[in-house]
């Protein structure tokens, strides 16, 4: 064994490795664990040019996967005023009003996260912001991205006199046929957006450096980025080259409705794109919206009789574009969050004849530790320790924030990952008067994120935070799928009842995250052999109590090998 690079002593290691469940001590040479075990297992192997941390008592846990994110989308939307957390609309203007302040003039006022609550009463139109933005274009993003609300002068400049007609399901809303200033879906957004002038490609690439880094140091060592391009893997490309990839990225590709067909072909090309720190190979989907605009796909109405379209007005070409990619080694990934469009994803993938796709046809470079199993109570459909051939990636949904119960088994029988995000829960009110309950009702409300459920019948649920939608931090992100409930709100506790528990939150972000894109053969647990990614908290973050995870530091997180966080 050559000399190792760094070594990791007097910890308290939980491995997720059911053959040695925990040691005090790693070794790691060459980006891998070399040695897992105690300090007289490691030391013989220290070298002169060694780094050896004396831990003292600190927890290490296998890197945290965040597996849904928007980190590069998200670096761009997440600027001007911070309105995540406004409770009324006096809030709103108060934070807005501060933001036009800080702009010069002729300057667009921007925003981000902004709760459709704010508007129970009043309704979303753009006048209730145009004083406090002092009459500039403003464009505010609604908390899900999925809607923004504009002002009257944005709509002037953007030229948006009346409704639109779009290729997906996308609104300008309007009352007697002028628009409100409320914009529904990326296509009729993007009619306002595309006005607001544009970063350079150099703010661009600061905005996300500096990104990936607030990864990082959160304890964050790779994550799914639900949105991409052949630009995308660009940026990658660069950001590798520069030493400014921190973390592992898996950048799919995202396809629209208004994707051309012979585009596919061309994204197709590009199916094993990697470098050392990130891949393709996955294909974005959305067949919905939002439960709270109404875009989100239904079996029955909501409450105001929205949901029942798809995002893809003809469905069937997005069945198609899944089997498109699909049959071409992609893993198919599709946004839903309604329970119809939860059944369309399952019934989409399951019409391809197959659950999932071959790991030797996805682009996924096959690791020398395939001898890995799954930890007990860890379901891995990627079939870690099987013969590579054998392996394949399961498809999957992302959100499942409403399922009908006949549809809730498949999952685990038809081999497909829930890739879901608790943090979606922490603004919803336990009386059910948030707009997101009134929307669905009681009955759908009482089948809300089923994470429990789901991780009982097999299934395997990988947790992310699909941020910029909700906070970032994966402490947050395992609280709330231990409590159910915005971790520092012990009076709201809506949905207890499909609390994960301590252990089954850290899968979910580790081994589970990593068998969700087929990698579970390499990372998500440590033993030897597997990639040196680690995370290092100053308490084990299972036995912490929920409530008290927010405030747990974060001391190191290692990628590769390399330390891209240190607070010790």
Request: charged letters at 25%; proline letters at 7%.
């Amino acid at each position: 064994m050559p000399d190792l690079d760094l070594v990791l002593l007097n910890a308290r290691v939980r491995t997720l490795d059911p053959e040695r469940p925990s040691a005090t001590a790693i070794g790691i040479a060459g980006g891998r664990i070399a040695v897992v075990g105690d300090a007289a297992d490691v030391r013989p192997h220290a070298g002169p040019g060694t780094e050896t941390i004396d831990l003292a008592g600190a927890a290490v846990v296998p890197g945290l996967i965040d597996a849904h994110t928007h980190p590069f989308k998200g670096a761009i939307d997440a600027r001007g005023a911070d309105l995540t957390g406004a409770r009324d609309l006096d809030e709103v203007r108060r934070r807005l009003a501060a933001e036009r302040a800080r702009t010069a003039d002729g300057d667009w006022v921007l925003g981000f996260g902004l709760g459709y609550d704010v508007f129970a009463a009043t309704g979303a139109h753009g006048h209730l912001i145009e004083d406090a933005v002092g009459g500039a274009p403003a464009f505010l993003l609604l908390m899900d991205l999925h809607t923004a609300l504009v002002s009257p002068r944005a709509l002037k400049l953007a030229g948006v006199t009346g409704p639109r007609a779009f290729d997906e399901q996308s609104e300008v809303v309007c009352a007697d046929g002028v628009p409100t200033g409320e914009l529904r879906e990326w296509a009729a957004m993007d009619l306002v957006r595309d006005q607001i002038p544009e970063l350079t490609g150099e703010q661009r690439h600061a905005l996300y450096v500096a990104q990936l880094r607030r990864f990082a140091a959160l304890g964050i060592t790779g994550t799914h980025a639900m949105d991409g391009s052949l630009a995308t893997h660009d940026t990658l490309r660069r950001l590798e080259a520069d030493g400014d990839l921190p973390i592992r990225v898996v950048a799919p590709f995202w396809i629209t409705p208004d994707t051309p067909r012979d585009e596919w072909s061309v994204l197709a090309e590009h199916r094993d794109a990697h470098g050392r720190r990130w891949r393709g190979g996955v294909a974005k989907f959305f067949v919905d919206g939002v439960i709270d605009s109404g875009t989100g796909w239904l079996v029955d109405p909501d409450t105001e009789g929205d949901g029942t379209l798809p995002f893809w007005p003809d469905p069937a070409r997005y069945r198609e574009a899944v089997a498109f990619f699909a049959s071409r080694g992609f893993q198919c990934a599709t946004h839903a969050c309604g329970d119809r469009a939860v059944r369309e994803a399952l019934d989409a993938y399951r019409a391809t004849g197959e659950a999932g796709v071959p790991l030797h046809e996805a682009g996924v470079p096959l690791h020398p530790a395939l001898t890995a199993g799954a930890p007990s109570g860890v379901a891995s459909r990627s079939g870690a320790g099987a013969d590579p051939a054998a392996r394949r990636i399961p498809h999957r949904v992302e959100h499942i924030e409403t399922i009908q119960p006949e549809d809730l088994p498949r999952f685990a029988a038809e081999g497909v990952t829930a890739s879901m995000q608790t943090q979606h829960m922490m603004d919803l009110a336990p009386d059910r008067s948030d707009n997101w309950s009134r929307r669905l009702g009681p009955d759908r409300c009482d089948r809300a994120f089923r994470t429990r459920e789901l991780w009982g019948t097999g299934a395997l649920v990988a947790l992310g935070s699909d941020w910029p939608v909700v906070g970032l931090d994966p402490r947050e992100g395992m609280a709330s799928a231990r409590l159910r409930r915005n971790p520092s709100d012990p009076a709201q506790a809506p949905y207890d009842d499909q609390a994960l528990d301590g252990l089954q939150a850290l899968v979910g972000y580790t081994r589970n995250a990593a068998a969700a894109v087929g990698e579970d053969d390499r990372r998500g647990t440590i033993r030897a052999g597997f990639d040196a990614d680690l995370t290092v908290f100053a308490v084990d973050p299972v036995t912490t109590a929920a409530e008290d995870l927010l405030a747990l530091p974060v001391l190191l997180t290692v990628v590769d090998g390399e330390i891209v966080h240190r607070a010790v």
